[in-house]
Nanobody, 121 residues
C-alpha cells in the first residue's frame, strides 16, 4: 500500500526553524511532483511549495527566502526547511505526491495526514 507520511511538526518560537519531511512508501512506478500545502484554522488550504521531478521549484510569496524545499529521489522524500518562522506560519502542513502506483499507468495525487506547526512564544 502506498502511503505519504509527514513528520517534523511541533511548537517553535517566532524566529525559529523547523524541518518537515515527507516520505512516500510502498510500491511505486513513478513520482512526478511533490508539494506542501498548509491550512490555518478557518482558512483554505494554500500551496506553500512544490518541486517537480527535475527539481523545478515554486514558493508561496510569503515564504520566499525563508523556506527551502528539497527532494531526495532515491528516498522518495521531500524536506521543507522552514526558517525565520512567524506566528502566521502556524498551520497544519500537508504533503501531496503525484505518483503512479505499481501496476497502474495513471498518475494520482496522494495526500498525507498532515503535521501541525505552531509558532508561538
Amino acid at each position: 500500500q502506498v502511503q505519504v507520511v509527514e513528520s517534523g511538526g511541533g511548537l517553535v518560537q517566532p524566529g525559529g526553524s523547523l524541518r518537515l519531511s515527507c516520505e512516500v512508501s510502498g510500491n511505486i512506478r513513478a513520482i512526478s511532483a511533490m508539494a506542501w500545502y498548509r491550512r490555518a484554522r478557518g482558512n483554505e488550504r494554500d500551496l506553500v511549495a512544490s518541486i517537480t521531478e527535475d527539481g523545478t521549484l515554486y514558493y508561496l510569496d510569503s515564504v520566499k527566502g525563508r523556506f527551502t524545499l528539497s527532494r531526495d529521489n532515491a528516498k522518495n522524500t521531500t524536506y521543507l526547511q522552514m526558517g525565520s518562522l512567524k506566528p502566521e506560519d502556524t498551520a497544519t502542513y500537508y504533503c501531496v505526491a503525484y505518483l503512479v502506483p505499481a501496476g497502474k499507468t495513471d498518475y494520482q495525487s496522494l495526500w498525507g495526514q498532515g503535521t501541525l506547526v505552531t509558532i508561538s512564544s
